[in-house]
């Protein structure tokens, strides 16, 4: 289910706005009845402007994944000539012009999606949605219960809070321990900034999940896919 002015949007009628207005102006009618600011419509509803029936552009929307190697920044300029994230993105003629979806600091690897579709991506990277990301961490350093009970709860850096929804500590390497961390926002180097805070160094940062979408075990590092229909009706429904 999808709030109607965002399927009007997605829809092509216009801006997420101006989609409103036409609502507020009576001219969208859903299943014969004038609409409602606010409601919310399925694929099955017959939602109508100008006497034309309206239908999802969903063909057209695309999002793939890309498992992003370390020395890599995630930006589309670069004057020091370093590797970026869209050098790795298919270039062929009729490819979208890809919007990522969030960023990983120079020496974090993983997960990241981008798409073509930015009421999407704005969906995914807004707070307010709550798109819970998850993250394999190697830090070294003493651990305990304390600093895992800071971490979670929150820790005041730079005037700002920063947390961790969940925290599972790992297999332990001589002085270095793996964790597995999610959480629900995406400031600058926030995962290292928590686990600084609490004296843990961190030597090894991998982010394998973006809300429902898991990161595959058999995605070599510097290659991307596209999701599937389902995926990406999977990341639009998240946390709705």
Known sequence: MLRLQKFLAQAGLGSRRSCEQLIKDHKVYVNGKVAILGSKVSE?????FAGERVLLKTADL?????NKP???LSSKKDDK???LVFDFLPKAQNEPDWIAVGRL???TSGLMLFT????????????SFEIDREYLVRARGHFNEQ?????????KIENEIYQFSDIVPGEKQSSNQWFSVCMLTGKNREVRKLFESQELE??????VRIGPIFLPSTLREGSCINLTESQIKELQNYGK
């Open 147 to 155: 600093k895992k009970k800071n971490m979670l709860s929150g820790v």
């Open 70 to 72: 370390r020395g890599v």
């Open 105 to 107: 600091d120079i020496n």
């Open 116 to 127: 073509n579709d930015g009421t999407l991506a704005h969906q995914l990277m807004h707070p």
């Open 44 to 48: 099955t509803d017959e939602v109508t």
């Open 62 to 66: 695309k999002v793939i994944m890309l």
């Open 81 to 83: 000539k370093i590797k």
């Open 202 to 207: 961190v030597s090894r940062l991998k982010r």
